[in-house]
């Protein structure tokens, strides 16, 4: 069983940075994405990262130029390094890990609260 345990989230002025990150314990397949997605209230959840085992990265457009994803293999752990946050970055930040055996399978993090206001 995989576990995924996220830290880092909190309350920052707009226009601050913080830093999340995303440890996974248990089996997870060498082919395999490490992601962050979000979900705000009364929103559907949404991606905002992903990378690959081998660095490969995706972003949604919204965060493009202000946040990194960025993992550390030996340590199963992803970060998300998010800056120059805005008020509507406010959300759960959830972790995801999809570990490519077959069929795949998807595992979560248990949500990490970031909030932007002033």
């Known amino acids: 069983q995989v576990q995924l345990v996220e830290s880092g989230g909190g309350l920052v002025q707009p226009g601050g940075s913080l830093r999340l990150s995303c440890a996974a314990s248990?089996?997870?397949?060498?082919?395999?994405?490490m992601g962050w997605y979000r979900q705000a209230p009364g929103k559907q959840r949404e991606l905002v990262a992903v990378?690959?085992?081998?660095?490969?990265?995706t972003y949604a457009d919204f965060v493009k130029g202000r946040f990194t994803i960025s993992r550390d293999n030996a340590k199963n752990t992803v970060y998300l390094q998010m800056n120059s946050l805005k008020p509507e970055d406010t959300a759960v930040y959830l972790c995801?890990?999809?570990?490519?055996?077959?069929?795949?399978?998807?595992?979560w993090g248990q949500g990490t609260q970031v909030t932007v206001s002033s």
């Open positions: 995801n890990v999809v570990s490519y055996v077959s069929p795949p399978r998807y595992y």
């Open positions: 248990g089996s997870i397949h060498s082919t395999n994405t």
């Open positions: 990378i690959t085992n081998s660095g490969g990265t």
